[in-house]
Protein backbone atom coordinates (compact mmCIF):
# COMPACT_ATOMS: atom_id res chain seq x y z
CA UNK A 1 0.00 0.00 0.00
CA UNK A 2 1.54 3.69 -1.04
CA UNK A 3 1.19 6.12 1.76
CA UNK A 4 -0.91 9.44 1.05
CA UNK A 5 1.38 12.21 2.06
CA UNK A 6 -0.20 14.89 4.30
CA UNK A 7 -0.94 17.99 2.95
CA UNK A 8 -2.93 19.59 5.66
CA UNK A 9 -3.90 19.04 9.32
CA UNK A 10 -6.64 20.53 11.22
CA UNK A 11 -6.47 19.08 14.68
CA UNK A 12 -6.87 15.22 16.37
CA UNK A 13 -3.81 13.03 15.23
CA UNK A 14 -2.24 13.68 12.24
CA UNK A 15 0.46 10.34 11.37
CA UNK A 16 3.68 11.08 9.47
CA UNK A 17 4.40 7.63 8.01
CA UNK A 18 7.19 5.56 8.74
CA UNK A 19 11.02 6.90 8.96
CA UNK A 20 13.78 4.15 8.72
CA UNK A 21 16.59 5.38 10.74
CA UNK A 22 20.51 5.83 9.45
CA UNK A 23 22.59 6.78 12.54
CA UNK A 24 24.29 10.14 11.71
CA UNK A 25 21.64 11.13 9.09
CA UNK A 26 19.05 13.44 10.13
CA UNK A 27 15.56 13.03 8.89
CA UNK A 28 13.04 16.40 9.69
CA UNK A 29 9.70 14.83 10.68
CA UNK A 30 8.38 16.63 7.81
CA UNK A 31 9.72 14.41 4.85
CA UNK A 32 6.78 12.23 4.43
CA UNK A 33 4.61 15.09 3.70
CA UNK A 34 3.57 17.60 1.06
CA UNK A 35 3.46 21.03 2.45
CA UNK A 36 3.41 23.91 -0.23
CA UNK A 37 5.55 26.28 2.00
CA UNK A 38 8.08 25.30 4.22
CA UNK A 39 8.03 28.79 6.88
CA UNK A 40 5.39 27.50 9.69
CA UNK A 41 3.83 25.39 7.66
CA UNK A 42 3.21 22.64 10.60
CA UNK A 43 2.65 23.89 13.89
CA UNK A 44 1.18 21.20 16.99
CA UNK A 45 0.53 20.73 20.40
CA UNK A 46 2.60 17.53 20.43
CA UNK A 47 4.93 15.31 18.75
CA UNK A 48 5.01 11.31 19.40
CA UNK A 49 7.95 8.40 18.41
CA UNK A 50 6.76 4.97 18.74
CA UNK A 51 10.18 3.09 18.15
CA UNK A 52 10.20 -0.71 16.97
CA UNK A 53 11.34 -3.15 18.91
CA UNK A 54 13.36 -5.33 16.07
CA UNK A 55 16.53 -3.68 16.90
CA UNK A 56 17.93 -1.80 20.17
CA UNK A 57 18.59 1.38 19.71
CA UNK A 58 17.24 5.13 20.65
CA UNK A 59 15.41 7.51 18.13
CA UNK A 60 16.81 11.16 19.04
CA UNK A 61 14.04 14.23 18.37
CA UNK A 62 16.73 17.06 17.46
CA UNK A 63 15.85 20.39 17.13
CA UNK A 64 17.84 21.11 14.00
CA UNK A 65 19.52 18.96 11.73
CA UNK A 66 22.67 18.51 13.75
CA UNK A 67 23.35 14.55 13.85
CA UNK A 68 23.85 12.18 16.78
CA UNK A 69 23.25 13.19 20.73
CA UNK A 70 23.83 16.52 22.08
CA UNK A 71 22.78 19.68 23.23
CA UNK A 72 20.05 19.71 20.19
CA UNK A 73 18.44 16.57 21.34
CA UNK A 74 15.02 17.13 22.62
CA UNK A 75 13.68 13.21 23.41
CA UNK A 76 14.90 10.04 23.34
CA UNK A 77 13.49 7.48 22.89
CA UNK A 78 14.04 3.71 23.27
CA UNK A 79 13.61 0.90 21.28
CA UNK A 80 9.43 -0.91 22.07
CA UNK A 81 9.30 2.93 23.30
CA UNK A 82 6.69 5.36 22.87
CA UNK A 83 7.57 9.20 24.08
CA UNK A 84 6.18 12.60 23.25
CA UNK A 85 6.93 16.04 23.38
CA UNK A 86 5.83 17.54 25.40
CA UNK A 87 6.69 14.32 27.79
CA UNK A 88 3.67 12.70 28.65
CA UNK A 89 1.39 15.89 27.52
CA UNK A 90 0.98 18.46 25.24
CA UNK A 91 1.20 22.32 25.11
CA UNK A 92 -2.00 24.54 25.79
CA UNK A 93 -1.04 28.07 24.99
CA UNK A 94 1.37 27.65 22.38
CA UNK A 95 2.23 25.45 19.32
CA UNK A 96 5.51 23.52 17.91
CA UNK A 97 6.87 24.94 14.78
CA UNK A 98 7.39 20.81 13.57
CA UNK A 99 9.34 22.20 10.87
CA UNK A 100 12.34 22.34 12.88
CA UNK A 101 12.63 19.33 14.51
CA UNK A 102 14.58 16.37 13.08
CA UNK A 103 15.20 12.92 13.88
CA UNK A 104 18.68 10.49 14.06
CA UNK A 105 19.56 7.57 16.28
CA UNK A 106 22.12 5.48 17.71
CA UNK A 107 21.51 2.30 15.51
CA UNK A 108 19.88 1.32 12.25
CA UNK A 109 15.74 1.35 13.27
CA UNK A 110 12.52 2.10 12.13
CA UNK A 111 9.81 4.61 14.15
CA UNK A 112 6.49 6.11 13.60
CA UNK A 113 5.77 9.85 13.97
CA UNK A 114 2.74 11.70 14.67
CA UNK A 115 1.70 15.36 15.52
CA UNK A 116 -1.09 16.12 17.84
CA UNK A 117 -3.67 19.12 17.14
CA UNK A 118 -1.12 19.71 13.95
CA UNK A 119 -2.18 23.11 12.35
CA UNK A 120 -1.16 23.74 8.68
CA UNK A 121 -0.76 27.05 6.75
Known sequence: MTWQKITRAFGGITPLGK???TPGT???ILANTELSTVRYAMQCRQIGISVSSLVAGEVYLNYGS???L???TVLIAQSSSTESLPFSSRTSDSMID????YLDGSAACVCTVYLLDGTSS
Open 66 to 68: IPG
Open 70 to 72: GNQ
Open 98 to 101: ATMY
Open 26 to 28: PQN
Open 19 to 21: FII
